[in-house]
């Protein structure tokens, strides 16, 4: 059984930072693209970055240059550094697991973005 638990979410300012963290329990972490997404009440979930096994990020074009996916194998931990956060980058964020044909998520974690 594979359970990812996402913290870090919160309340900040514009302009401001936040780091999410994601740990995973099992086996299958190392093996696995690990991916952040999110959503806003009334819309689609939508990817905001995943980082290969090998350690390869890749981000959606409107958090280029301000977000930053990272982990680290030895604590089955993947991370979002997210900076100059922006009033529409408030959803709830979600961490996912992905290892062939099996899909796991995490309960998600509230990010507010407001002044």
């Known amino acids: 059984q594979v359970q990812l638990v996402e913290s870090g979410g919160g309340l900040v300012q514009p302009g401001g930072s936040l780091r999410l963290s994601c740990a995973a329990s099992?086996?299958?972490?190392?093996?696995?693209?690990m991916g952040w997404y999110r959503q806003v009440p009334g819309q689609q979930r939508e990817l905001v970055a995943y980082i290969s096994s090998g350690g390869r990020g890749n981000y959606e074009d409107s958090v280029k240059g301000r977000f930053t996916i990272s982990r680290d194998n030895a604590k089955n931990t993947v991370y979002l550094q997210m900076n100059s956060l922006k009033p529409e980058d408030k959803a709830v964020y979600y961490c996912r697991a992905a290892r062939g044909v099996y899909i796991y998520w995490g309960q998600g974690t509230q990010v507010t973005v407001s002044s």
């Open positions: 099992g086996n299958i972490f190392s093996t696995s693209t």
